[in-house]
């Protein structure tokens, strides 16, 4: 391992650059090529060789744009999908969950109407539900012999779930873009729209300043009240301010920080 050099790397993404590209829709090549560099990167640092290459050297890609699924998507959605199916909507929009957090969510997550979640890191948070989908689960519980809500057939977490959507997508003959996060930003921008703010719909502030990265739906919802309120530059400062002093608090707080 400690004979990898930085040519290596270059010429790995020199060699990934001249496979084919399979034809998918939505794809984005170029994040494709920036996951794949930076899983070598964790495995050679794995091993003490780091530092490879600069931030600027990685494949560059432009970040994906989430949008919310307006009423009349829902509609379609929900007027092919079973009863299973249409739990999975209303979980993924009723939770704002990501992907990989829903594989693992049990019914002992469940408290009232609060559902702990389990991100990566085995960190955790809390998120808030209706009652109707708290009721949902419940007595989903009371048919179920796994302790997870997605099961699979082996009472594991199912890992499946975007391809379920996306066959009730086919089913329904749909001419838009499905995706589990289009759900997740459907849910945060209702919660949005109807009053709920930023600091209730994204992580603790205080990681906005440090290290942690803000997904396509927190970026989109924060962009969206930025612009309501007259704010032009984005950084994660400025985010920050704005989901703990609101918009009117963090005018000072920003006019006299360079950094925002």
């Known amino acids: 391992?400690?004979?990898?050099?930085?040519?290596?790397?270059?010429?790995?993404?020199?060699?990934?650059?001249?496979?084919?590209?399979?034809?998918?829709?939505?794809?984005?090549?170029?994040?494709?090529?920036n996951n794949k560099v930076s899983y070598v990167a964790?495995?050679?640092?794995?091993?003490?060789?780091?530092?490879?290459?600069?931030?600027?050297?990685y494949p560059q890609y432009h970040k994906k744009k989430v949008v919310a699924h307006p009423e009349n998507e829902l509609s379609v959605l929900y007027g092919h999908a079973n009863e299973k199916e249409r739990f999975l909507l209303d979980f993924f929009i009723g939770s704002m969950v990501r992907?990989?957090?829903?594989?693992?969510?049990?019914?002992?997550?469940?408290?009232?109407?609060?559902?702990t979640i389990r991100g990566?890191?085995?960190?955790?948070?809390?998120?808030?539900?209706?009652?109707?989908?708290?009721?949902?689960?419940?007595?989903?519980?009371?048919?179920?012999?796994?302790?997870?809500?997605?099961?699979?057939?082996?009472?594991?977490?199912?890992?499946?779930?975007?391809?379920?959507?996306?066959?009730?997508?086919?089913?329904?003959?749909?001419?838009?873009?499905?995706?589990?996060?289009?759900l997740r930003k459907t849910g945060a921008?209702?919660?949005?729209?109807?009053g709920a703010s930023l600091m209730t719909l994204v992580q603790p502030a205080e990681a906005l300043f440090r290290t942690r990265k803000l997904d396509?739906?927190?970026?989109?919802?924060?962009?969206?009240?930025m612009a309501r309120n007259g704010y032009e530059h984005y950084s994660r400062h400025t985010a920050a301010a704005i989901a703990i002093y609101g918009s009117e608090g963090a005018s000072n707080w920003i006019a006299a920080d360079p950094m925002c």
């Open 99 to 115: 992907d990989h957090e829903a594989y693992g969510c049990c019914y002992s997550d469940l408290t009232g109407t609060t559902l």
């Open 120 to 182: 990566k890191q085995h960190k955790t948070r809390t998120v808030g539900i209706s009652p109707r989908l708290a009721d949902a689960i419940n007595e989903r519980r009371k048919h179920s012999k796994s302790e997870y809500l997605f099961p699979n057939r082996y009472g594991r977490p199912d890992t499946h779930l975007l391809y379920k959507l996306q066959s009730i997508a086919r089913r329904a003959e749909a001419k838009f873009h499905c995706e589990l996060h289009k």
């Open 216 to 225: 396509a739906t927190e970026r989109s919802l924060i962009a969206s009240n």
């Open 42 to 57: 964790i495995f050679l640092k794995e091993f003490g060789v780091s530092r490879l290459l600069k931030k600027k050297e």
């Open 189 to 194: 921008s209702r919660r949005y729209l109807a």
């Open 1 to 33: 391992m400690e004979e990898v050099k930085k040519q290596d790397m270059l010429d790995f993404m020199g060699w990934m650059r001249k496979q084919p590209l399979p034809k998918r829709r939505h794809s984005n090549p170029n994040r494709t090529y």
